[in-house]
């Protein structure tokens, strides 16, 4: 069943995110359907814009690789060599050398287009064949257009289906859930806007090559609690490692990350983010893993929000659970 709710369930939270775009559209007076139609264009460039920043990293460190691997074995001969002749331990580096820099060069130049088509393929289709991941495209494209022409009338038949003594309550549910994730996504996408400047500045300042792209696609992963960041900081430590080898670049890599860290984590993202969703370390770990397992990509993109509306569901249902009388005597 999960394949058949991701498009539907990527649709919504596509559409949900957009939504402040069409609103904001429709007030400059344009028609609901062009509306609509210029948000999932703007989204659209979005995605081509994050795809196009991984891309861009992959061919900027796979010629990198293939430059530096022979540097890499000639400075481990260098270190381990000494301390392999202690103990009686003969290795032939020279063959050691040209053969693993030639399975190393044949492996990247068959696999180097291939990597970027799968993950590719993992981004838009989380698995699905080819086929099959542009008909999950069409389709959410038309349910997301759908969406933001009758996200109203769509509301209107979901409250009538909700039983009169409970519309009140689950309005207000709603209600919560909403300002909890609109408060999110703005905050979210303010601290990702000034730490890609701040990740982008610092590298072009050490030098690194692809400073822009790397410092953007750091910021964007921030998203991913935990595993984003660590994904952005290996590829600018592999970066740095690659292009200028041990030495005060690393160190400038780790100050530079150690110190956007700081400034996210205490002041942008309990500023503009808050701490209103409120989740714990290990809860957060679980929904990535769980909404990774059950929707692919998206969902480790989704997790977080899901989660929060979750945690609003359970609040209202433990504070229900604890007033009762039932629980009380």
């Not at 389709?139 to 009169?164: A, S, T």
């Not at 200028?244 to 500023?271: D, W």
């Not at 397992?293 to 433990?318: E, H, M, N, R, T």
Request: proline letters at 4%.
């Amino acid at each position: 069943m999960a394949e058949i709710f991701t498009p539907f369930l990527t649709a919504f939270i596509l559409a949900y995110a957009l939504r402040p775009v069409c609103l904001w559209l429709e007030r400059h007076r344009l028609p609901r359907a062009a509306a609509a139609g210029i948000a999932m264009i703007f989204g659209l460039l979005v995605v081509f814009l994050i795809l196009t920043l991984f891309i861009t990293l992959v061919k900027t460190e796979i010629p990198l690789i293939k430059a530096q691997f022979p540097t890499w074995i000639q400075n481990t001969q260098s270190w381990l060599g000494p301390k392999l002749s202690e103990f009686h331990i003969d290795v032939d580096w020279g063959t050691l050398k040209s053969s693993a820099t030639q399975k190393i060069t044949t492996h990247l130049n068959d696999n180097s287009d291939a990597l970027m088509s799968s993950t590719l393929e993992t981004v838009l289709m989380s698995g699905s064949s080819v086929i099959a991941g542009f008909v999950n495209a069409v389709l959410i494209l038309f349910v997301m257009f759908y969406l933001l022409i009758d996200w109203n009338h769509f509301f209107k038949l979901v409250r009538k289906i909700v039983p009169v003594r409970a519309q009140d309550t689950v309005h207000h549910l709603a209600m919560h859930a909403d300002g909890l994730l609109s408060q999110y996504l703005r905050g979210m996408l303010i601290v990702i806007s000034i730490m890609s400047v701040f990740y982008s500045a610092g590298l072009s300042i050490i030098g690194v090559q692809g400073a822009v792209a790397l410092g953007v696609f750091t910021a964007l992963m921030i998203v991913i609690p935990y595993v984003g960041i660590a994904l952005g900081f290996t590829l600018a430590v592999l970066a740095a490692l690659l292009q200028f080898g041990p030495g005060g670049a690393i160190v400038g890599v780790l100050v530079l990350y150690g110190l956007g860290q700081f400034i996210e984590g205490f002041f942008l993202t309990p500023r503009l983010v808050g701490e209103r969703i409120g989740l714990h370390p290990v809860a957060v770990l679980f929904a990535l893993l769980l909404f990774g397992k059950l929707f692919g990509f998206f969902g480790i993109l989704l997790a977080l929000p899901i989660s929060a509306v979750g945690l609003v569901l359970l609040q209202y249902g433990w504070s229900r659970y604890t007033q009762s009388p039932w629980y009380q005597k």
